[in-house]
């Protein structure tokens, strides 16, 4: 797969390129490029599937990408010491059409729309294939358009309907309603369910169960509950998919592949076929590296302290900790001396330089601890809700831990991103089950997520009734399964939870946050080049 499936359309380009250029050498006319019967074969048209994946990997590069629009402006993240694009976590006025942010998920998501409408396109020019070889191809298509266009669909609203190849320079548009967009994306969905296979012997590439499992969470968004724990029950009931056994194995760098993951994006260790890498490993580790005995190692992570848990996040976190292993199985919170020249008095290489954990440690242990190593705890982040210093050091989140980049201080990650997974299909069943009045049952459902987060002997303890399954439930129980996973914001917006959950623990951005701040502004720069920018609307507020 990793072979195959990030081609880019250079093809293409070059085709454009040849087709405008004349030799004195040879005068053959050429009637088409050379570019359109390579795409009628066996390998051109795979080749051209293969391109549609590309852009997915547009969510995680460095710089200016996509994070901060899923981890900040919710109540579960606010920023680190690296101040940079914190305007989304205080819904201030740098939320503004120009912020560049806001280009780089519209700009590759309308390229890898593009490059699953050529596809689309072409499907039927292909000579090489049968229809049904070939529809079991095209539905990757149409599943990855659906997956780009739903997560646009969500931030920006209203959107430019494009499902045509784009052969010529197109200078006008024009934004077709939400219900349009997701009538599209519905029926791209169930044709990619009927026509993609149960599964693909190229791990990552989308399959049925996949496509069942999108129908499901957009179902949820759009509040057809029977839909969504239909197609939440199939993924979970017909397939041999399972959660693991022990959740921390989900985020282990070794096992990309395992039970539980229906569909993830691909990253590489092979740097020819990485390119930009998955860069979220940074945003979430501290300046470890600035303390007693420590120094940046691989292992560690390179140090950017962009998003930190919130109060009520580390709170929730900790309030079960004794009974549900999440926290412990996706969170750092000791470190290991590294560093000769910078170790304490009492400190060797390989005793623990420092702990930071995000609860109250008594006076008496602190003071003993810290005749040791460091010793840090919730009041040293927070007074309070509000954050105090610099939040440069905190608790790790490490679901994007990677010692596998080729070295220390590389930006460029390697691991993949699972995008849908088992755990998920169980929550959406049981939100949707609780809202069409099925408590008993949407019970059964969460209780199996819980009772899998148990520590051993705690499995009863996990265990919720009736009575306790309410939509804030829900949300909190998506915090501590999915948290860290790029839901957040969209579960709130969904649930219309999101300007009350601000309000309740985002000090930040409490006193901004707007109804506006349900739609994220077109980026300018795509209004911009338009020739009717004048009839383009932009969203209320921008």
Not at 15 to 26: F, G, K, P, R, V
Not at 175 to 201: G, M
Not at 324 to 331: H, T
Request: proline share 4%; with cysteine.
């Amino acid at each position: 797969m990793r072979k195959l499936i990030y081609i880019l359309l250079s093809i293409s380009l070059g085709s454009i390129l040849l087709n405008a250029c004349s030799t004195d050498l040879d005068e053959e006319k050429i009637v088409s490029p050379p570019v359109d019967s390579y795409f009628k074969t066996e390998k051109g048209f795979n080749d051209l599937v293969n391109s549609n994946y590309t852009f997915t990997r547009s969510l995680f590069p460095g710089g200016n990408n996509y994070a901060p629009l899923v981890f900040f402006g919710t109540d579960l993240w606010t920023n680190g010491s690296d101040g940079t694009f914190i305007e989304f976590n205080a819904y201030n006025t740098g939320i503004q059409p120009a912020n560049p942010v806001l280009w780089n998920l519209w700009a590759p998501f309308y390229q890898g729309i593009a490059a699953c409408n050529t596809a689309i396109s072409r499907a039927s020019e292909v000579n090489e294939l049968t229809e049904n070889e070939v529809n079991a191809k095209v539905a990757e298509s149409y599943f990855l358009r659906a997956w780009y266009y739903h997560i646009l669909v969500v931030h920006f609203g209203d959107l430019p309907l494009v499902t045509e190849e784009v052969t010529e320079v197109v200078t006008t548009a024009t934004r077709n309603s939400v219900e349009e967009v997701y009538a599209q994306i519905e029926k791209d969905l169930l044709f990619a369910e009927q026509y993609l296979p149960a599964t693909q012997s190229d791990f990552g590439r989308v399959t049925k169960p996949a496509a069942q499992a999108l129908l499901a969470r957009v179902y949820l968004t759009l509040e057809q509950n029977d839909k969504a724990a239909a197609y939440a029950k199939k993924v979970i009931n017909d397939y041999d998919f399972a959660l693991l056994e022990d959740f921390s194995r989900l985020w282990d760098v070794d096992n990309r592949v395992n039970s539980e993951v229906i569909w993830s994006i691909q990253f590489s260790q092979d740097e020819r076929l990485n390119g930009d890498g998955n860069a979220y490993f940074l945003y979430f580790t501290p300046r470890y590296d600035l303390q007693p005995g420590m120094t940046r190692a691989l292992e560690n992570d390179r140090p950017w302290p962009r998003f930190v848990a919130t109060r009520y996040y580390f709170d929730l976190l900790a309030s079960n900790r004794d009974i549900d292993s999440r926290f412990a199985k996706s969170w750092k919170t000791a470190w290991i001396a590294n560093n000769e020249a910078t170790l304490l008095p009492n400190m060797q290489i390989g005793d623990t330089a420092f702990v930071y954990v995000p609860w109250d440690i008594p006076a008496e242990d602190e003071a003993e601890r810290e005749l040791r190593y460091g010793v840090f705890d919730i009041n040293d982040l927070y007074d309070g809700e509000n954050p105090i210093g610099s939040r440069e050091l905190f608790p790790q989140m490490r679901k994007y831990k990677d010692p596998l980049r080729s070295s220390i201080n590389s930006g460029v990650g390697t691991k993949n991103v699972i995008e849908i997974r088992l755990a998920e299909m169980y929550l959406i069943a049981a939100e949707a089950l609780m809202k069409d009045g099925n408590i008993a049952e949407g019970v059964d459902y969460i209780n199996t997520v819980r009772k899998r987060a148990a520590w051993p002997g705690q499995e009863d303890n996990m265990v919720i009734t009736d009575d306790q399954l309410d939509l804030d439930f829900v949300l909190e129980e998506r915090a501590l399964e999915l948290g860290g996973e790029r839901f957040r914001w969209s579960d709130l917006k969904r649930t219309g939870k999101l300007l009350e959950r601000v309000k309740l623990y985002n000090t930040l951005g409490r006193d901004n946050i707007e109804e506006k701040h349900l739609l994220r502004p077109i980026p300018s720069n795509m209004i911009d080049r338009l020739t009717n920018r004048d009839e383009f609307e932009q969203n209320p507020g921008y």
